[in-house]
C-alpha cells in the first residue's frame, strides 16, 4: 500500500488530493486513475465523534461509510480525516445557558459553549430536539446546529430556563 493512503473494506482508496482534502482514488470514463475529491460527513449519532463516517462525492453520493476512524491505519490519512470532519461537522457543544428570551416571534438564545459565549435565534414554532441518553439538539434560523450532551451536566440555573422550551 502507498504512503499517505488507506484501501477501505470495500476497495476505496482514500488518499490527499493535490489541494490538501480528502479524496478517493478511481478510474474515471477514460480508464484513468484519478484522485476525485470527497465530503466527509459524521452520520448520527453525533455523541460517537469517531464512528460512522460517510465519504460521499460533491454531488452527494455516498461511495464509503467507515465505521470508525480507529481503522485508519495511515496517521496522514486519519489526521486529515479528523481535521475535515472537525471544519465541516463542527457544532458548538452548550454548556451553559444564561436566558432564553422571547423577542418578537423568536427566541433569543444566549449561552456558552466549549468553544466561547454565543447568541442565536430560534423560531418560536420550533423546540430542541431531545436525543437519547439525555442529548439536546438545538437549530437557529440560519440552519446552524448546537448541542447539549448531557443534561446532567448543566447547572441548575441553565436546566430551568431549557426546562421552559422543552416539550
Same mark, same amino acid.
Given at each position: 500500500?502507498?504512503?499517505?493512503?488507506? =484501501? @477501505?473494506? $470495500?476497495?476505496?482508496?482514500?488518499?490527499?488530493?493535490? !489541494?490538501?482534502?480528502?479524496?478517493?482514488?478511481?478510474?474515471?470514463?477514460?480508464?484513468?486513475?484519478?484522485?476525485?475529491?470527497?465530503?466527509?460527513?459524521?452520520?448520527?449519532?453525533?455523541?460517537?465523534?469517531?464512528?460512522?463516517?460517510?465519504?460521499?462525492?460533491?454531488?452527494?453520493? /455516498?461511495?464509503?461509510? @467507515?465505521? +470508525?476512524?480507529?481503522?485508519?491505519? !495511515? +496517521?496522514?490519512?486519519?489526521?486529515?480525516?479528523?481535521? #475535515?470532519?472537525?471544519?465541516? $461537522?463542527?457544532?458548538? #457543544?452548550?454548556?451553559? =445557558?444564561?436566558?432564553?428570551? &422571547?423577542? $418578537?416571534?423568536?427566541?433569543?438564545?444566549?449561552?456558552?459553549?466549549?468553544?466561547?459565549?454565543?447568541?442565536?435565534?430560534?423560531?418560536?414554532? /420550533?423546540?430542541?430536539?431531545? @436525543?437519547? $441518553?439525555?442529548?439536546?439538539?438545538?437549530?437557529?434560523?440560519?440552519?446552524?446546529?448546537?448541542?447539549?450532551?448531557?443534561?446532567?451536566?448543566?447547572?441548575? &440555573?441553565?436546566?430551568?430556563?431549557?426546562?421552559?422550551?422543552?416539550?
Amino acid at each position: 500500500m502507498q504512503k499517505n493512503t488507506y =484501501i @477501505l473494506d $470495500n476497495g476505496i482508496e482514500l488518499v490527499r488530493c493535490k !489541494d490538501g482534502k480528502p479524496g478517493v482514488r478511481r478510474k474515471n470514463a477514460d480508464g484513468e486513475i484519478q484522485d476525485v475529491p470527497v465530503r466527509i460527513v459524521r452520520c448520527f449519532p453525533w455523541r460517537h465523534k469517531d464512528e460512522y463516517i460517510s465519504i460521499r462525492l460533491w454531488e452527494g453520493k /455516498e461511495v464509503a461509510l @467507515l465505521k +470508525s476512524l480507529d481503522l485508519i491505519t !495511515d +496517521s496522514a490519512i486519519r489526521n486529515l480525516l479528523e481535521r #475535515e470532519i472537525q471544519a465541516v $461537522n463542527y457544532v458548538p #457543544e452548550i454548556v451553559k =445557558i444564561e436566558s432564553i428570551l &422571547d423577542e $418578537n416571534e423568536l427566541y433569543n438564545w444566549k449561552v456558552i459553549t466549549k468553544a466561547g459565549k454565543r447568541s442565536f435565534f430560534m423560531r418560536r414554532n /420550533e423546540t430542541p430536539r431531545q @436525543l437519547e $441518553n439525555d442529548g439536546i439538539l438545538i437549530k437557529d434560523i440560519s440552519g446552524d446546529r448546537y448541542f447539549i450532551d448531557d443534561l446532567e451536566k448543566l447547572d441548575r &440555573d441553565s436546566k430551568d430556563w431549557l426546562w421552559l422550551y422543552l416539550d
